[in-house]
């Protein structure tokens, strides 16, 4: 399995959170089924590295991080 590349996993969090503060509206699609529950929800903190492996960011409604990668700015 390939590692992460932190460098790019932290950019892309810096990239998040210079475009998009705290409070932006977004779409959280569950990673299972991601077309049966989309919910619009916002940002509720900046977005970090978890870990080394997960660019991650706090939404309202919904416990945990969740991944980038399940986030749509409206």
């Known amino acids: 399995m390939k590692r992460p590349n932190v460098q790019?996993?932290?950019a892309m969090v810096?990239?998040?959170n210079a475009r998009f503060p705290?409070?932006?509206?977004?779409?959280r699609y569950a990673l299972i089924d991601p077309l049966e529950m989309p919910t619009t929800t916002a940002?509720?903190?900046?977005?970090?590295?978890?870990?080394g492996h997960?660019?991650?960011v706090t939404v309202r409604g919904f416990p945990g991080g969740q991944s980038l990668e399940a986030i749509r700015v409206l």
Do not use: C, E, I, Y
């Not at 940002?43 to 870990?51: H, I, K, L, R």
């Open 8 to 10: 790019k996993l932290q």
């Open 43 to 51: 940002t509720t903190t900046p977005a970090w590295v978890m870990g």
């Open 14 to 16: 810096d990239d998040f």
């Open 22 to 27: 705290v409070g932006t509206a977004v779409v």
């Open 54 to 56: 997960s660019a991650m």
